[in-house]
């Protein structure tokens, strides 16, 4: 397969907005940045001597089958271009384990550094707290695809509305190197491009990228439409509470992404308590 495939007209699905747009321009222009300075087929090389993948999918799914509730992939992120959220000190390695030990399944990181202020670096330092990580970036091109592989990823995100139809040929090519792809939609079409797909992993999307406001009836309209034997259902965007966990899981989400309510938090450890509904250990009194 080619190793870089760029985003064709999507169609019968929305044309990107301007902001969006802009963004997929931007980080296109990273990544050929980044090709000069490591060829695609020496990144496909490297990936024979990473350390094997992690089953990111695996631990959602078994999450819930053990517990009956939405596992939380916990976010870490400097900055993000859907949110107006910003984190001014982000050591990656320490809320990585306080999101471990505050009960995340898995959590993210990000290796793009304009857009979410996050490094390749970031992995090594996530992976400290044993979680399976996805790579949380706008990816536009498979080469970085790979280069989440190499960096330590062990899912990659695909946006449908900015892959459009070419999002199978991303999705094959995550499978092809053992990664998961979390495939996020917004819309029945979107849905239906994943699903055709073969997407296996699929997070339906409340926050609209180009206005960044969150609509809950994209949970009411989508999360039940997932077919629960064909894809694990994932809720993201929004998410701020123990109720808003309860009411996603009740229309069909099996697990939750959570990123924005965390980062604004003074301190994420104890928000994501919290989110879940449970007490931090050191705060419990004898």
Known sequence: ????????????????????????AQRRADVENAKKKRSGGSLTGAIGEAAKTVGFRAALYNHFAEKGRPGVIADIQGASPFTKVTRARLDVSD????????????????????????????????????????????????????EARYAGADAVLLIAGVLGAALSDFVSR???VMLDALVEVRSQG?????????????????????????????????????????????????????????????????????????????????????????EPDDLVED
């Open 95 to 146: 809320l990585a384990q306080d999101f471990h030990d505050a009960g995340a399944v898995c959590v993210s990181a990000c290796q793009d550094r304009r857009l979410y202020r996050g490094s390749l670096a970031d992995f090594g330092a996530a992976r400290a707290a044993d979680l399976p990580i996805l790579a949380n970036d706008l990816v536009v091109d498979l080469y970085q695809v790979i």
């Open 190 to 278: 979107e849905l239906a491009l994943a699903l055709d797909a073969g997407a296996n992993l699929i997070a339906v999307n409340a926050r609209d990228l180009e206005t960044m406001e969150v609509d809950p009836s994209v949970f009411e309209a989508l999360l039940p439409k997932i077919p629960p034997d064909r894809a694990l259902a994932v809720a993201a965007g929004g998410l701020a509470s123990l109720a808003d966990v309860e009411t996603v899981a009740a229309l069909g989400a099996k697990a939750v992404r959570i990123g924005s309510a965390l980062m604004a938090a003074p301190d994420p450890y104890v928000r994501l308590h919290e989110i879940l509904g449970t």
């Open 1 to 24: 397969m080619a190793e870089t495939c760029h985003v064709p007209d999507i169609g019968r699905l929305p044309d990107l907005g301007p902001r969006v747009s802009g963004l997929v």
């Open 174 to 176: 995550a499978e092809s």
